[in-house]
């Protein structure tokens, strides 16, 4: 099974602030998919990058994948308290005939005013 | 577009007893579904996976005599959990997915399941 390896676990921050999250693997993933997830809910797509050294941008949020598929980042400019949240990354790892999500531990986000 | 509901939202029931958790997609025929459990401040963990008219595929470790899984429709899977103890309490998330070959999973909104 390939692992998928999400840092930082917390991040605490100031409205206005930049971050970057990240998600690492010695394995090549076919695509990544980023989600946020709210308490008690379940996760929401945020977006799939599918292409090495892809680059997708979702307002204020930038997401890559790296050339070799093994990683992938998120980075927020000019965070704001409304981006508070539990962050997942998934690569889709191809076992028994079809393509299953492995998750990374979450990056759990707090934005202050 | 790429809605997934569950059913209930959240359940209380007394050990011993079965529970069964729904899960549809409204605006798209799903042929594979999937169910993962998450504990409290932990990340998703697959449990299994059906396909539309076949038996579910479960992950190591899961027993599949205790969490039935049946996906009788291209629109709907259950999940049943047998025989519930407190161990099992934790929050259950299906997803479903639309074409073969096309990875991305869509989340429905949870089922806190909570065994008294």
């Known amino acids: 099974t390939q692992l998928l390896e999400q840092s930082p676990q917390f991040l605490s921050i100031q409205e206005g602030e930049n971050l970057t999250v990240y998600c690492n693997s010695s394995?090549?993933?076919?695509?990544l998919q980023w989600y946020r997830q709210e308490p008690g809910e379940g996760p929401v797509l945020l977006v799939t990058v599918v292409t090495g050294g892809e680059v997708k941008k979702l307002k204020r949020l930038t997401f890559q994948f790296g050339d070799a598929r093994k990683d992938s980042s998120l980075h927020i400019t000019a965070a704001q308290t409304g981006d508070t949240g539990l962050y997942l990354c998934a690569g889709a790892q191809f076992s028994g005939g079809y393509n299953k999500l492995i998750f990374g531990a979450g990056t759990r986000l707090a934005v202050h005013p | 577009g790429a809605v997934v509901s569950q059913h209930p939202s959240r359940v209380i029931c007394k050990s011993g007893t079965s529970v069964k958790i729904e899960c549809r997609s409204l605006d798209f025929q799903a042929t594979t579904m999937f169910w993962y459990r998450q504990f409290p401040k932990q990340s998703l963990m697959l449990m299994a996976t059906?396909?539309?008219?076949?038996?579910?595929?479960?992950e190591q470790g899961v027993e599949k005599d205790k969490f039935l899984i049946n996906h009788a429709s291209l629109t709907l899977s259950t999940l049943t959990v047998t025989s519930a103890h407190p161990e099992d309490s934790s929050f259950y998330i299906c997803?479903?997915?639309?074409?073969?070959?096309?990875?991305?999973?869509?989340f429905g909104p949870g089922t806190r399941l909570l065994v008294l």
């Open positions: 394995s090549v993933f076919s695509s």
């Open positions: 059906s396909n539309e008219g076949s038996k579910a595929t479960y």
């Open positions: 997803s479903a997915r639309a074409a073969l070959g096309w990875e991305t999973q869509y």
